[in-house]
Antibody
Framework: QVHLVESGGGVVQPGRSLRLSCAASGFTFSSYGMHWVRQAPGKGLEWVAFISYDGSNTYYADSVKGRFTISRDNSKITLYLHMNSLRVEDTAVYYC???????????????????WGRGTTVTVSS | EIVLTQSPGTLSLSPGERATLSCRASQSVSSNYLAWYQQKPGQAPRLLIYGASSRATGIPDRFSGSGSGTDFTLTIFRLEPEDFAVYYCQQYGSSPLTFGGGTKVEIK
C-alpha cells in the first residue's frame, strides 16, 4: 500500500521558519518525482514545488520562490519543504504528492499527482 | 499562467443522476495534459483522470473525462452516495501547474 505521511506543521509567527517532512512507504521513493501542494482554508489547491527523483532539479511557484526549498533524502525515504520568511498568506494544509514519472520513465515527469498524503496544517499568525 | 475556470460552482443532484462538470482553460492546454481530482471533506485529493480522458488505477468506469484544447468535461454517470465531493481540474501542460477553483457536487 502506497503511503505518504506529512508532519512538521504548526503555528508560527510571520517571518519565522518551519520545516515540513513527508515520509513515504509502499513504493520505491528514490525513483519518483515529488510535489508539495497546499490548500488555504476554504480555498482550492495550489501547487508549491517539485523535485526530481534524484534531487537534481527543483521548480517552484512564484509565490514561494526564494523563500521555500524542496529537498529529499532518499536514504531516509523522506521529502522535505523548508519554509522561510513565512507570511500570513502561507497558512494552509500542505500535501506531499507523488509524480508518476521519474527514474523508471527515463526522467520523464508527468506533473500530475497520482498519490497524495493526508496533509499537515501550517498556520502563520502573530 | 493558464487559468482554469470550473463551472458550475455547485451542482445539486440526486443519487443515480448524471453529473457534468466543466473546466475551461484561458489558453490551450498542451497535449491535453489535464487531470481531475476528487476531494472529500478532511481528506486528501484523489486522482481520477489524467491526460483528459484516461482513468487512474481503481477508478470506476462511471467516471469519464473528455475534451481538448481549452474545454474539458468530467462526467459522472449514475452518481453513487460516495461521489458527493469537490472536484478539481489541473493542467500540467505548462508551467506553473495550475488548478481550477473546484466544483462541489452535493446531494439535492
Amino acid at each position: 500500500q502506497v503511503h505518504l505521511v506529512e508532519s512538521g506543521g504548526g503555528v508560527v509567527q510571520p517571518g519565522r521558519s518551519l520545516r515540513l517532512s513527508c515520509a513515504a512507504s509502499g513504493f520505491t521513493f528514490s525513483s519518483y518525482g515529488m510535489h508539495w501542494v497546499r490548500q488555504a482554508p476554504g480555498k482550492g489547491l495550489e501547487w508549491v514545488a517539485f523535485i526530481s527523483y534524484d534531487g537534481s532539479n527543483t521548480y517552484y511557484a512564484d509565490s514561494v520562490k526564494g523563500r521555500f526549498t524542496i529537498s529529499r533524502d532518499n536514504s531516509k525515504i523522506t521529502l522535505y519543504l523548508h519554509m522561510n520568511s513565512l507570511r500570513v498568506e502561507d497558512t494552509a494544509v500542505y500535501y506531499c504528492a507523488k509524480d508518476p514519472g521519474g527514474k523508471t520513465t527515463l526522467s520523464t515527469y508527468y506533473y500530475y499527482m497520482d498519490v497524495w498524503g493526508r496533509g499537515t496544517t501550517v498556520t502563520v499568525s502573530s | 499562467e493558464i487559468v482554469l475556470t470550473q463551472s458550475p460552482g455547485t451542482l445539486s443532484l440526486s443519487p443515480g443522476e448524471r453529473a457534468t462538470l466543466s473546466c475551461r482553460a484561458s489558453q490551450s492546454v498542451s497535449s491535453n495534459y489535464l487531470a481531475w481530482y476528487q476531494q472529500k471533506p478532511g481528506q486528501a485529493p484523489r486522482l481520477l483522470i489524467y491526460g483528459a480522458s484516461s482513468r487512474a488505477t481503481g477508478i470506476p468506469d462511471r467516471f469519464s473525462g473528455s475534451g481538448s484544447g481549452t474545454d474539458f468535461t468530467l462526467t459522472i454517470f449514475r452518481l453513487e452516495p460516495e461521489d458527493f465531493a469537490v472536484y478539481y481540474c489541473q493542467q500540467y501542460g505548462s508551467s506553473p501547474l495550475t488548478f481550477g477553483g473546484g466544483t462541489k457536487v452535493e446531494i439535492k
